[in-house]
């Protein structure tokens, strides 16, 4: 009785665990350290694939926190311009954990797109 039990416990539980990341996220600042306690707050959060979808009040952000799940192979690319064909400013990825300063950038990030997140 006990296999039998533990057999269709672990046979209910196995889709969950198999189951594809999906979801992420970033956040952006309108001050240099990622600290929003008085300032101005825009997050885009979404689940898969994005086509160079517009930034909300990019010409505000300072710095940017990403929040893309663990073993996600998923990228998101910031560009100047609409489009997103211009060469990519920089991107984030499941390695990019810590607060970035993007104040230094000549013009804002105002696009963005997401590849291999589905």
């Known amino acids: 009785m006990q296999f039998s039990t533990t057999f ?4 209910m539980a196995a889709p969950a665990l198999f189951q594809s990341v999906s979801g992420w996220s970033f956040t952006m600042y309108d001050v240099a350290d990622c ?5 101005t707050v825009d997050r ?12 909300p009040n990019a010409n505000q952000h300072k710095s940017i926190l990403g929040a893309i799940p663990a073993g996600s192979e998923c990228r998101i690319s910031f560009y100047p311009s609409a489009g997103c064909g211009d ?4 991107s984030l990825t499941q390695y990019t954990t810590t607060c ?4 230094d950038f000549i013009e804002p990030l105002a696009y963005y797109e997401a590849t291999d997140c589905a």
């Open 35 to 39: 600290h929003n306690s008085t300032s």
């Open 100 to 103: 970035l300063s993007i104040e």
């Open 8 to 11: 269709q416990f672990a046979a």
């Open 87 to 90: 060469k990519v400013a920089f």
């Open 44 to 55: 885009v959060e979404k689940a898969g694939n994005v086509t160079c979808d517009s930034v």
